[in-house]
């Protein structure tokens, strides 16, 4: 199945919905925040998108949430699955919470999620993610395995 269409958050029907089912109580920080984009997987009945969490509390408490995962989530059932997480301390020295990669999912093809991880902020422009290429603030459209999302990113050939 190969679906290169993403929905941006604002668009998508079920935002809020897996915002809060996500955030709830004992489920993540409680903070995360859906990124651009949202790709639809027809076969399995399922959207699958990244978030994104950063949060920084102040001394004294000087503690900080800063996260990104990857999610499935089916909305008939209003459940999801937690495929990815990465988490990183919060360095007061280091006051961007941008420091953090964040995914954005491009689209699907074949068992990929196709992503791009910046490490930078993203265009105004979701199609230009597609145009960034690798470097030391971007991965470029990388492919992540669904099956085994931890695994070595290779680099997606759109053409």
Do not use: C
Not at 22 to 38: D, F, K, T
Not at 50 to 69: E, R
Not at 84 to 94: G, Q, S, T
């Amino acid at each position: 199945m190969k679906n290169l269409q993403a929905i941006h958050p604002n668009e998508w029907e079920h935002t809020q919905a897996a915002e809060n089912i996500i955030n709830a109580p004992g489920q993540g920080s409680g903070h995360e925040r859906i990124m651009y984009g949202i790709v639809e997987d027809t076969e399995q009945s399922v959207f699958y998108f990244a978030t994104k969490s950063a949060i920084y509390l102040p001394p004294p408490a000087n503690i900080g949430d800063l996260s990104t995962a990857i999610y499935a989530f089916d909305p008939k059932k209003q459940s999801f699955e937690r495929l990815f997480k990465r988490e990183a301390e919060y360095d007061y020295d280091a006051t961007d919470p941008n420091t953090l990669e964040t995914f954005y999912v491009l689209g699907i093809d074949n068992g990929y999620l196709i992503v791009q991880i910046l490490k930078q902020a993203a265009p105004d422009d979701p199609q230009e993610l597609w145009r960034i290429p690798f470097g030391n603030t971007a991965s470029g459209p990388v492919k992540l395995d669904l099956q085994n999302p931890y695994s070595k990113r290779a680099p997606y050939d759109r053409t």
